[in-house]
Structure formats: structure tokens, C-alpha cells
């Protein structure tokens, strides 16, 4: 059975209005970066925040510590998607909440 993404996502405490291509691969992009990262087994539901150049994951609940280079990389990353959305200029800060069923 195929997955199925929910993402929420607000720029600069503004809400983003996600088409279903768009809720889609934010949900499969972020799922991805995480599951990457030591420590993180099946997601269920993640918070990625951005305020500055701080990046803040949370995976089904818990925290997941970053060192700088995963910080700056997955930071860029989401900022630069971010950055191409429609109604986006600029990003100072971000809040991605996405559900895996």
C-alpha cells in the first residue's frame, strides 16, 4: 500500500496553501532528509521549524539532535524549496508538520 502525506506548512508565520503536488513532495522531500538521519527509524509525523539559521526536527514526538552540517544542509534545502512556491518571496522562518499514513 502506497503512502499518503499531509503537510502543513507556514512561512514567516503565514500559512501556506499546498496544492496536492505540492503536500505531496514536501511530505515525500521531508520524509526522506529525516529518515536519513541517525537515530530515526519509521515516521509517522515530523515537525521540521527553521528560525534563522536553526533547524529544529522533531520525529513522532521526539527531538532529533543536528550537528552543523546536517543544520546547513537541510536548511538550505527546504529554504530554497520554499523559496519556489507560489505567493513566497522570502524565507526568515518555517514551520513543516507532516503525517505519514
Known amino acids: 500500500m502506497a503512502l499518503v502525506y499531509k503537510s502543513k506548512l507556514r512561512v514567516n508565520k503565514v500559512t501556506v496553501e499546498l496544492n496536492a503536488f505540492v503536500d505531496d513532495f514536501l511530505g515525500r522531500t ?15 509525523k515530523l515537525t521540521i521549524r527553521k528560525d534563522k539559521d536553526e533547524v529544529k526536527i522533531t520525529v513522532n514526538g521526539e527531538e532529533i539532535p543536528l550537528t552543523p552540517f546536517p543544520n546547513d544542509i537541510i536548511r538550505n534545502t527546504l529554504t530554497a524549496l520554499v523559496c ?6 522570502r524565507v526568515d522562518s518555517f514551520n513543516i508538520e507532516v503525517e505519514v499514513k
Not at 30 to 44: A, M, N, T
Not at 84 to 89: Q, R
Request: with cysteine; proline share 0%; hydrophobic share 35%.
Open 30 to 44: 521531508c520524509e526522506g532528509i529525516v529518515s536519513s538521519l541517525r537515530g530515526v527509524d519509521k515516521v509517522q
Open 84 to 89: 519556489s512556491l507560489k505567493d513566497v518571496e
